[in-house]
């Protein structure tokens, strides 16, 4: 077996603040993706990333950079918070086409 | 684009009895995946089922690739099965082609 941990696990920061995301895997999967999910709506890719140094832009990758420095490990940054947003980001692992498995999430509030 | 579409958007339940919850998506999906999520948890996948009926405990899922669609039974629902349950589908046509696209969930309540 293996585990994802991202952290921190609460974020909370101010408008126009640029705000760091990580995620650990030790499944050794070559595939890491980071999800955002807004209350009521289901999980929006963001970016993904099939090796290390790779990246790939999802369907809400405007307002965020990532960086997949070695296998274990993807960053996400959200360059510029928006006022009063408050979403749920969540990192996944997989081995490339098949489960994902997901983290705990990282739950932000801009103030 | 590619959508997934679950039903019900919530249902509510006494102990002890099933639910069925429905999953339909526009593209033909090389994979398909049940997620639950407890209320402010993370995601815990509970089956990967392109094709066919699968089973896990009191969960059976069954996916019927040429017609779209999959379903996941809960028998003899608990207060604890209470939760968000995600149908998520990867396809290999169009731009989303290899990637997880999810459905907006399915909220069920179990009462005692």
Redesign the interface.
């Known amino acids: 077996g293996g585990i994802i941990t991202q952290t921190p696990k609460f974020l909370i920061g101010q408008e126009g603040q640029k705000l760091t995301l990580k995620c650990q895997q030790n499944f050794n999967h070559d595939t890491m993706y980071w999800y955002r999910q807004d209350s009521g709506k289901g999980l929006r890719l963001i970016y993904y990333s099939i090796t290390e140094n790779d990246l790939q832009k999802g369907d809400l990758s405007e307002g965020y950079d990532a960086s997949r420095e070695k296998k274990s490990s993807f960053s996400l940054t959200v360059t510029s918070a928006q006022k009063n947003e408050m979403a749920v980001f969540l990192c996944a692992s997989s081995i490339r086409g098949r489960e994902q498995y997901f983290g705990p999430g990282t739950r932000l509030t801009v103030l | 684009g590619q959508q997934?579409q679950q039903s019900p958007a919530s249902l509510v339940l006494q102990e002890g009895e099933n639910a069925e919850l429905q999953c339909n998506f526009s593209s033909t999906a090389?994979?398909l995946?049940w997620?639950y999520q407890s209320p402010g948890?993370?995601?815990?996948?509970l089956l990967?089922n392109p094709s066919g009926t699968k089973h896990t405990g009191r969960l059976t899922s069954t996916t019927v690739t040429k017609e779209r669609r999959s379903s996941l039974h809960i028998s003899s629902s608990q207060t604890t099965d209470s939760g968000t349950y995600?149908c998520?589908i990867?396809s290999n046509t169009g731009a989303n082609t290899?990637?997880?696209t999810?459905?907006?969930?399915t909220i069920l309540r179990v009462h005692p």
Do not use: D, E, P
Request: charge should be positive; hydrophobic fraction near 45%.
């Open positions: 997934v090389t994979q995946q997620f948890g993370s995601l815990v996948s990967s995600l998520a990867v290899g990637k997880l999810f459905g907006h969930g």
